[in-house]
């Protein structure tokens, strides 16, 4: 059967499902990559906010010692800076999705005119049917040429 599709469909490359997995190289280190992005960010991001609490701490030595001068215990201090930290971490984190779920409405509304097509032999349709929805997804891509080879191949 691979045969003869790739007879008959020259532009087409068909392959067995045991060796789908071995073609998958490339897309397998996009992923590594795309993980080794985002732990590389992650650090940078965490010796951002661990600088700029270090950075609050030093600025606000004079308040520090203002309160341990009138007898708070270090205790209290400490705490007010956790929950300083706690309610700036989540202010920044709501205003960061509302942002984000803002410019997800903006795209999927900018980008509304784009089909997704599901697997062309998700089910069991004649070749005519096939072909008509081949052809549509190749007109959406911008691929005229391929529909004018398919065309005339059938």
Known sequence: MIVKINEQYDSL????SSDFSSTLGAV?????????IAVVTLII????????????????TKE?????????PRGMIVYIFIVESIFLALIGGLL??????????????????????????SKKIDSKER????KVLLAD?????????MSTKI
């Open 13 to 16: 490359l068909a392959i067995k």
């Open 28 to 36: 397998k280190n996009m992923f590594y990559l795309s993980d080794i």
């Open 45 to 60: 991001a965490s010796a951002i906010l661990i600088n700029t609490f270090l950075m609050s701490v030093n600025e606000r």
């Open 64 to 72: 520090i010692g203002i309160l341990n001068a009138i007898g708070w």
């Open 96 to 121: 960061g999705f509302l942002i984000s779920l803002g410019m997800l409405i903006y795209i999927k509304a900018a980008f509304a005119n784009i089909s997704f097509y599901p697997p062309l032999f």
């Open 131 to 134: 072909h008509k929805k081949a």
């Open 141 to 149: 891509m911008g691929l005229k040429s391929k529909i004018d080879a």
